[in-house]
Structure formats: C-alpha cells, structure tokens
T-cell receptor, first 110, second 115 residues
Framework: AQSVTQLDSQVPVFEEAPVELRCNYS??????LFWYVQYPNQGLQLLLK??????LVKGINGFEAEFNKSQTSFHLRKPSVHISDTAEYFC????????FGKGTRLHILP | GAGVSQSPRYKVAKRGQDVALRCDPI?????LFWYQQALGQGPEFLTY????????KSGLPSDRFFAERPEGSVSTLKIQRTQQEDSAVYLC?????????????FGPGTRLTVL
C-alpha cells in the first residue's frame, strides 16, 4: 500500500521569501507523484506532477519539486512567494488511485 | 462548461435524511472518482468508475454510501440515513486516461452538513 506524509500542517513565510513544503511517501512499487493546490472555497488544482525522467519538475505559478528516490521525498519549493499563494497544498501519490497527504496550509505574512 | 461541475454546492441535511450529490465530469473523460474531505484533512478516496463500471468501491465507509454512473457520464453519490460523521466536502474528479499518467481534474465539491 502507498502512503503520503506531509511533515508540516502549517508553514508561515514572509512575502517574497523562499518556501519549501515537505512531502515523503512510501510505496513498494513505482509511483506517480503530484502536488495539488486548493485555494479557499475552490476545488483542487494540479500544480505539477512527476511521472518519470528528470527528477526536477517545474509547475505552474513558479513552483517546482524534486523527486528524490533514495529519500522517498517530493518536496515542493518556490524561490519567492506572493500573497496570492495563500492556500492549502496537498502532496499525492498514485499507482491506480490517488492517495493524498493531510495537507500543508501556507500562510504568507506581509 | 470546460470543467467538472458538482451540485449542489452546499447541502444541509437532518440526521437520518437521504441525500444525493451530483457530478458532471469533463466531456469525454473515461474515469470518474469520488473523494471525501473532512475538515482539516486531505481528500480520501471513496470510489472509482471507468465508464459505467464501478471498478473500486473500497473507500466507501459504510453500506449507507452508494454511487452510480449508469450511462458512463454523470455520476450520483447517494448517502442514506445521514449521520453527523458524514459531514464533509465531497469531491468529484474525472480523468482522460492516456500515456501521461493519471491526472485528475477536480470539481469544486459539495459541502454536506448533517445536523
């Protein structure tokens, strides 16, 4: 079975500062990895995904994530956050169905 | 519309009442998924359809939950004799299976509150 652990439930960060949201997964088989964002009162939107190939994946809104197989991690990063990045971020792993982490709420401080 | 739509967006039910939640997937999408998202939690898988066939219903929490997709398009999630613990946001997602992995497109959800 697969599982996903998001290590931080909330991350406060100042506007224009860099941010990293951590995600670790476990699986006995190869998986697809995703980051989704959920803005207040909206549905989930795909930020980026890792299927195979380059371990550094670039997504929308300036986000990127790096797949590290040895550490079973897929951390999300952005070099400079904006107030509009305030949202809940979910890491997910998929073999036949998607398993989501519990989410990390990103607070942007002015 | 271009995206996944769900109705109603909000539903308040008295305990013991039956409810039906509707999902309209993106046209042409073969697969349809239902998730339950409790407050402060990530979405949890409920069930999965490929066309009209329900291939996986392992996430349905009890036999009070029932989902159907009779014509392989619109889907309905029905909850019978609702309980307070059923209060959550119910998300629907659809995907067009291809070679790029299982990317799912999510609807805005139905927020169910059971009093």
């Amino acid at each position: 079975a697969q599982s996903v652990t998001q290590l931080d439930s909330q991350v406060p960060v100042f506007e224009e500062a860099p941010v990293e949201l951590r995600c670790n997964y476990s699986s006995s088989v190869s998986v697809y990895l995703f980051w989704y964002v959920q803005y207040p009162n909206q549905g989930l939107q795909l930020l980026l995904k890792y299927l195979s190939g380059s371990t550094l994946v670039k997504g929308i809104n300036g986000f990127e994530a790096e797949f590290n197989k040895s550490q079973t991690s897929f951390h999300l990063r952005k070099p400079s956050v904006h107030i509009s990045d305030t949202a809940e971020y979910f890491c997910a792993v998929s073999v036949d169905k998607i398993i989501f982490g519990k989410g990390t709420r990103l607070h942007i401080l002015p | 519309g271009a995206g996944v739509s769900q109705s109603p967006r909000y539903k308040v039910a008295k305990r013991g009442q039956d409810v039906a939640l509707r999902c309209d997937p993106i046209s042409g999408h073969v697969s349809l998924f239902w998730y339950q998202q409790a407050l402060g939690q990530g979405p949890e898988f409920l069930t999965y359809f490929q066309n009209e066939a329900q291939l996986d219903k392992s996430g349905l929490p009890s036999d009070r939950f029932f989902a159907e997709r009779p014509e392989g398009s619109v889907s309905t999630l029905k909850i019978q004799r609702t309980q307070q613990e059923d209060s959550a946001v119910y998300l629907c997602a659809s995907s067009f299976e291809g070679e790029t992995g299982i990317e799912q497109f999510f609807g805005p959800g139905t927020r169910l509150t059971v009093l």
